[in-house]
């Protein structure tokens, strides 16, 4: 008979490391997010259908990456001395979040103000010059941190798959 997966101190789940299987939902979550936040900026049409779908993704993402790092932590610990490639992995990981929760935060800020539900329940009305201003301002930081985590997502996997496969 099959039990239920459970977790331990977050290192593994049914006495599997948790880390490889975080990493397959952080992998997705977090480029989505970014992809989805970038279009919902550059793309007035596909903004109104993305909606919410992108702050979510972006809430899955923020999630997940420090589960993701702390399950990599404990599976670390099991792989002393660390190769080159683990060590660039450990340090490229705990840097992640660096750049997705500035990502989530400014995906959230951008959605809000371009959501009329969510603008009409602000109780000041707000210059429509600061609207205008902070919507260019956290649409910017929405690309330069939704390539930034995408490329961090890349070097990260990069470094672990090396890691794995080479050493």
Not at 7 to 22: C, E, N, Q, S, W
Not at 55 to 77: D, F, Q, R
Not at 143 to 150: E, M, Q, W
Request: no cysteine; aromatic share 8%; hydrophobic share 60%.
């Amino acid at each position: 008979m099959l039990s239920a997966p459970t977790i331990g101190a977050v290192d593994t789940i049914g006495g599997i490391p948790a880390h490889p299987l975080f990493v397959h939902l952080t992998v997705v979550a977090i480029p989505l997010a970014a992809l989805l936040g970038i279009v919902a900026v550059l793309w007035p049409a596909a903004r109104r259908r993305i909606g919410v779908i992108a702050p979510i993704v972006g809430l899955v993402a923020v999630v997940m990456t420090p589960l993701t790092t702390s399950a990599g932590e404990s599976l670390e610990k099991s792989r002393m001395p660390l190769n080159p490639d683990l060590a660039d992995h450990v340090e490229l990981g705990d840097q992640m979040i660096i750049w997705v929760a500035p990502l989530f935060v400014f995906v959230v800020l951008f959605w809000a103000l371009n959501t009329p539900a969510v603008m009409s329940r602000v109780p000041v009305t707000l210059p429509t010059r600061a609207v205008t201003l902070s919507t260019w301002v956290f649409g910017l930081a929405v690309v330069v941190f939704g390539i930034g985590a995408i490329v961090m997502v890349y070097l990260v996997g990069d470094s672990g798959a090396r890691s794995v496969w080479l050493d």
